[in-house]
């Protein structure tokens, strides 16, 4: 007979089960800390890397030590064999992808990660963290061409069909995404921030939209207000929160005054308010009437702006769209849309990568709030 593993026992032997190490489990701790001032994507990209520590450890490939302590995980000989499988793609959560490489992109996120991380882990003291060849940054859109796509979005909005050579973008996929897509020209939202928007963010009778600008990595933890608070400069305070104090010879004294004034600082995210042109408030109107008939069938709260076109693994329609769905959703209808207009006057193919038509955006926001907990809207 084989004993269940949630008994903490090993199938077919009746042996406990190994104790979680020490060290995962203030690992866990403070991604718990750190997500209360983080976005949604980086908290799930921080438990992403801390797994990768767990199966690091499972494979025996840090040191005995690093199973004692967090402070352990960010030495040096537990961060390079661990930066050498991550970079091999030997840590990856699915059995069937590993062995696959980290691409340069992948390889940056884990890299801020572990500065977040051990700026928490080992407070006050530089931890050499790996380093990662420069990616050259592509190219932006030219602000013409953004007007032009913009004048073209707005006319496609209440356009008939649109279809070409068995290509086609189906009336719902398109008014979310000419939506989608004139509120980050209009605002320049990153994925996460679009997953965060709700139905009072918008009043279009006003003409407005609200973003919440949540940190992305630790540089970018408000570094003006950290830095005033501190009396110091932004770029200070961004080598102590990413763990780069030593390397810069940042005094202990600084590098504590910064750290009280994260702590002393509203820990909510900045509330932007931007101004929405008229053709995006006629495409936000229409995504609006198609979404209210997605979610007319769900039951509680119905207050997520982005939300599911069809069933999925998640559940039926109408459900909040996470950041990674907002980008497949993006490079899906971009793809279709590039192929269907190909060739019509005036038409200039739209990047295929959300990340850089945001980066081509110049919004300047008409207002800005620190939020507290108590402000935030349910999902």
Same mark, same amino acid.
């Given at each position: 007979? $084989?004993?269940? %593993?949630?008994?903490?026992?090993?199938?077919?032997?009746?042996?406990?089960?190994?104790?979680?190490?020490?060290?995962?489990?203030?690992? !866990?701790?403070?991604?718990?800390?750190?997500?209360?001032?983080? $976005?949604?994507?980086? %908290?799930?990209?921080?438990?992403?890397?801390?797994?990768?520590?767990? @199966?690091?450890?499972?494979?025996?490939?840090?040191?005995? *030590?690093? @199973?004692?302590?967090?402070?352990?995980?960010?030495?040096?000989?537990?961060?390079?064999? &661990?930066?050498?499988?991550?970079?091999?793609?030997?840590?990856?959560?699915?059995?069937? !992808?590993?062995?696959?490489?980290?691409?340069?992109?992948?390889? @940056?996120?884990?890299?801020?990660?572990?500065?977040?991380?051990?700026?928490?882990?080992?407070?006050?003291?530089?931890?050499?963290?790996? $380093?990662?060849?420069?990616?050259?940054?592509?190219? %932006?859109?030219?602000?013409?061409?953004?007007?032009?796509? &913009?004048?073209?979005?707005? !006319?496609?909005?209440?356009?008939?069909?649109?279809? *070409?050579?068995?290509?086609?973008?189906? &009336?719902? !996929?398109?008014?979310?995404?000419?939506?989608?897509?004139?509120v980050v020209l209009d605002a320049a939202p990153r994925s996460g921030e679009l997953e965060g928007m709700r139905l009072d963010d918008l009043d279009l009778d006003e003409g407005t939209v609200k973003v919440r600008r949540r940190p992305q990595n630790a540089s970018d933890l408000r570094l003006e207000d950290i830095a005033a608070a501190a009396g110091t400069d932004r770029t200070t305070v961004s080598r102590v929160l990413n763990g780069r104090a030593g390397q810069a010879r940042i005094s202990r004294a600084t590098q504590q005054a910064v750290r009280e004034a994260v702590d002393r600082l509203p820990a909510g995210p900045h509330i932007e308010t931007y101004a929405l042109r008229e053709g995006t408030g006629v495409a936000l109107r229409r995504w609006l009437a198609v979404r209210g008939e997605l979610v007319a069938p769900l039951e509680g709260a119905k207050n997520a702006l982005w939300v599911s076109l069809v069933a999925t693994s998640a559940g039926p329609p109408g459900l909040p769209l996470r950041a990674q769905g907002i980008r497949r959703a993006y490079v899906r209808g971009m793809t279709a849309l590039n192929f269907v207009m190909a060739g019509q006057y005036g038409w200039e193919p739209l990047p295929e990568k959300l990340e850089r038509l945001r980066r081509s955006v110049r919004a300047r926001p008409l207002s800005s709030v620190t939020e507290t907990d108590g402000d935030r809207p349910a999902r």
């Open positions: 007979m $084989s004993a269940t %593993t949630g008994g903490g026992t090993v199938a077919g032997r009746g042996t406990a089960a190994p104790p979680r190490p020490v060290s995962l489990r203030q690992l !866990d701790a403070i991604v718990d800390e750190i997500s209360a001032r983080v $976005s949604p994507e980086r %908290t799930r990209q921080l438990r992403m890397v801390a797994g990768m520590y767990d @199966r690091a450890l499972a494979r025996e490939a840090l040191p005995t *030590r690093a @199973r004692r302590s967090v402070r352990q995980l960010f030495t040096p000989a537990a961060l390079r064999p &661990y930066w050498e499988l991550a970079v091999a793609g030997e840590l990856r959560h699915r059995e069937q !992808d590993r062995g696959r490489p980290l691409p340069l992109a992948s390889q @940056r996120i884990v890299r801020d990660c572990l500065g977040i991380l051990a700026a928490a882990a080992v407070p006050g003291k530089p931890v050499p963290l790996p $380093s990662i060849a420069q990616q050259e940054a592509k190219e %932006t859109i030219a602000p013409r061409q953004l007007t032009t796509l &913009y004048r073209g979005l707005v !006319d496609m909005a209440g356009a008939g069909p649109l279809e *070409r050579d068995g290509t086609a973008l189906s &009336y719902e !996929d398109r008014t979310r995404l000419l939506a989608m897509v004139a």
